[in-house]
């Protein structure tokens, strides 16, 4: 049914920018939120930012300022904006989404690896 697709992450220097990517291919269903999660070696995944198909955004307060999540509902996409980065924001992030349905979605995931 339902596969996302993610983009962007790299290898950046600390103070650099990149921005994520995440398409969701359903063409019948639709999503009612969609969020950006992220796990560092040897820690917990954690939630670092989501938003609502009406545009309502929440973010974790380490990444508050920096990062911006956004979605485009024509294209069932959703983008992270990451400023400012540094070495603690290194980790593989997953993108997460959520149906009216009521089913649920994860990305493969994309390493983002921030150098000091």
């Known amino acids: 049914q339902v596969q996302l697709v993610e983009s962007g992450g790299g290898l950046v220097q600390a103070g650099g920018s990149l921005r994520l990517s995440c398409a969701a291919s359903?063409?019948?269903?639709?999503?009612?939120?969609m969020a950006w999660y992220r796990q560092a070696p040897g820690k917990e995944r954690e939630l670092v930012a989501s938003?609502?198909?009406?545009?309502?955004?929440n973010y974790v307060d380490s990444v508050k300022g920096r990062f911006t999540i956004s979605n485009d509902n024509a294209k069932k996409t959703v983008y992270l904006g990451m400023n400012s980065l540094k070495p603690e924001d290194t980790a593989v992030y997953y993108c997460?989404?959520?149906?009216?349905?009521?089913?649920?979605?994860w990305g493969q995931g994309t390493q983002v690896t921030v150098s000091s």
């Open positions: 997460y989404a959520r149906e009216l349905r009521g089913n649920t979605y």
């Open positions: 938003i609502t198909s009406f545009g309502r955004t």
């Open positions: 359903a063409k019948f269903f639709s999503i009612n939120s």
